[in-house]
């Protein structure tokens, strides 16, 4: 069963993809609400997470800054951004991120694009 660790500062957005990956057989870990916290969260797992689903707008750090620092420390982490700004597609494909979803999205997308990382 692959892991998933979501980095979203919106509490129901966890809870929506916790309810949707578990259905879809993932094993949904802990996740963060901004970049500071997923690097810090990500440093002390003892279990890296299979797939880190990244918003881009939160506080203290921004998704594509969080992408670049955890591919710098962990090449080998997969990174699906899934973000309702459209616009920093470009800039979080280049950054690594191996996909790239558009909010709203269909649940049959974002299980789809898990299975392509």
Not at 52 to 69: A, F, L, N
């Amino acid at each position: 069963m692959k892991s998933v660790f979501v980095v979203d500062d919106e509490p129901f957005i966890h809870v929506l993809y916790r309810e949707i990956l578990e259905r879809g057989g993932y094993e949904v870990l802990e996740g963060a609400h901004d970049g500071v916290e997923a690097l810090e969260m990500l440093r002390s797992m003892n279990k890296r997470p299979d797939i880190i689903v990244m918003d881009h707008r939160m506080p203290r750090r921004d998704g594509v800054e969080t992408t670049i620092k955890i591919l710098e420390e962990t090449p080998e982490a997969r990174v699906l951004f899934a973000s309702a700004d459209p616009s920093i597609e470009r800039r979080a494909l280049k950054a690594g991120a191996a996909g790239f979803l558009v909010k709203p999205f269909h649940i049959g997308e974002l299980l789809e694009s898990l299975k392509g990382i």
